[in-house]
């Protein structure tokens, strides 16, 4: 029995093959470890298959051995389909990697990153309403201009949007002392520049800041505005397609209600987005006391209001005696009367 004569590649068709194209190069070119020991697996399994497959042909057993046409290169075959697997797994790995699809740490940081967004954008939409207060000591001579100053800055200034909501000075008859309130409302950099005025001057004894989140309130406003004017244009339609006289007096009456609501809602939310773009800034002005001032003080003052307390002291008087004089006459007509009626009762008692 003659052994089947194997056939092999000629030595022609071996050199034209493109040295790209061997094992070694497409394992050079497999960029990750896992692939390349896969690879590697896959060259030995196919190198041990036909090693195998050479010794049968070599020594066949004792069974009849019937080669087939296509049993060469079956072990080709199985060496390829073990490449395409490795190849598939690699590829497959590479695409769940950093160039595919999402990986764990990515799939961790998107909950993270989308938290993220959402918090920007809730700080971007804030509306926020600040009211600053400082309180200043100054010199008296420096009281009232600066007082002045700072009222004809708010109204000069047309960049500042500012508007004086409460003025007043109050100052002592000596012009030794006195007090001064200004409330204002601009916009913020009117608000800076009037602070950093103040700081200037060098007589800040306290400042501070409130802020109120208006964010709530201004959406709420704002979705009653949408509504209010949807329902307004509801009504509208249904004005142009109404043919009875009672259905346009309806319609009518309610187009009255929902714009005056609207107004309302408008005023409200104007309101509001004025408290948000300017900001409030109290001024409380005092004169500086010294402590030269503070301790010889209440004795000048003594000495400066002797004459005008004596005036008041005695206009108190001559109003007490005014009050008390009606009284005094009618309290003496009683008592005479009781003194009468007291002798007339002890002369009968002496007559018995």
């Given at each position: ?5 194997c ?94 699809g ?36 100054v ?20 960049t ?21 309130h ?45 509504m ?53 800034l ?15 003080a ?55």
């Open positions: 029995m003659k052994k089947p004569k056939v092999t590649a000629s030595a022609p068709h071996a050199k034209s093959r493109k040295a790209s194209d061997t094992p070694v190069a497409r394992w050079k070119k497999t960029p990750d470890r896992f692939c390349r020991r896969a690879f590697f697996l896959a060259c030995a399994l196919r190198g041990t298959c036909s090693a195998v497959c050479a010794r049968l042909r070599r020594n066949p057993p004792d069974f009849a051995y019937n080669p087939t046409p296509f049993h060469l290169p079956m072990t080709r075959l199985l060496g390829l389909i073990l490449i395409a697997l490795s190849l598939s797994a690699c590829s497959k790995k590479e695409e769940s990697g950093p160039g595919g999402a990986s764990p740490a990515m799939m961790a940081a998107a909950p993270v990153a989308a938290e993220s967004a959402k918090m920007a954008d809730r700080a971007e939409q804030r509306f926020l309403a600040y009211e600053h207060r400082v309180s200043l000591e010199d008296a001579p420096q009281l009232e201009r600066l007082y002045r100053e700072l009222q004809d800055a708010c109204v000069n200034e047309a500042w949007h500012c508007t004086v909501m409460d003025a007043s000075i109050q100052l002592e008859r000596d012009q030794r002392g006195g007090t001064a200004l409330n204002l409302r601009a916009s913020p950099e009117g608000v800076r520049a009037m602070r950093k005025r103040l700081a200037d001057s060098g007589g800040v004894v306290s400042q501070g800041t409130h802020v109120d989140d208006l964010g709530q309130p201004i959406a709420e406003v704002g979705k009653r505005l949408e209010l004017k949807n329902y307004r244009a509801s009504l509208l339609d249904l004005q142009r397609k109404a043919t009875k006289v009672e259905d346009l007096i309806l319609i009518a009456e309610k187009l009255a209600e929902t714009q005056s609501e609207l107004e309302a809602a408008t005023g409200q939310n104007t309101h509001l987005m004025d408290r948000v773009n300017r900001e409030v109290s001024i409380d002005l005092s004169t500086r006391q010294t402590a030269a001032r503070s301790l010889w209440p004795i000048g003052n003594a000495f400066r209001e002797f004459l005008p307390s004596l005036v008041r002291a005695s206009a108190s008087v001559i109003e007490a005696v005014a009050y008390l004089l009606p009284w005094a006459i009618v309290l003496s007509i009683v008592v005479a009367l009781f003194i009468k009626l007291r002798r007339k009762w002890r002369q009968r008692k002496t007559t018995q």
